[in-house]
């Protein structure tokens, strides 16, 4: 069974690698990692595609313009 985790995030430079590594590095190897950047202002997007290229099971969402809490 596969298992979806979606990750927002909004301005999460300051956090997002520990909570990357913390779900890549999950003993489960069948995940899919949807991340949603919602338009953030920071690095959050180049660390969100960085993170994408080493690992195929990260799908990235990066939004346009920020939506809000979902």
């Known amino acids: 069974m596969k298992v979806s985790v979606i990750m ?3 301005n999460a430079e300051d ?3 520990k909570s990357l ?3 890549v590095n999950q ?3 069948n995940l899919e990692i949807i ?3 919602d338009a953030s202002t920071d690095s959050t997007k180049n660390i969100i595609k960085e993170y994408a290229e ?3 099971r990260i ?3 990066y939004l346009s ?3 809000g809490v979902s």
């Open 15 to 17: 956090y997002i690698r």
């Open 8 to 10: 927002p995030a909004y």
């Open 54 to 56: 080493k690992d195929d």
């Open 65 to 67: 313009t920020n939506k």
């Open 59 to 61: 799908i990235p969402f």
């Open 27 to 29: 003993v489960y190897k």
């Open 35 to 37: 991340l949603v950047d």
């Open 21 to 23: 590594d913390s779900v």
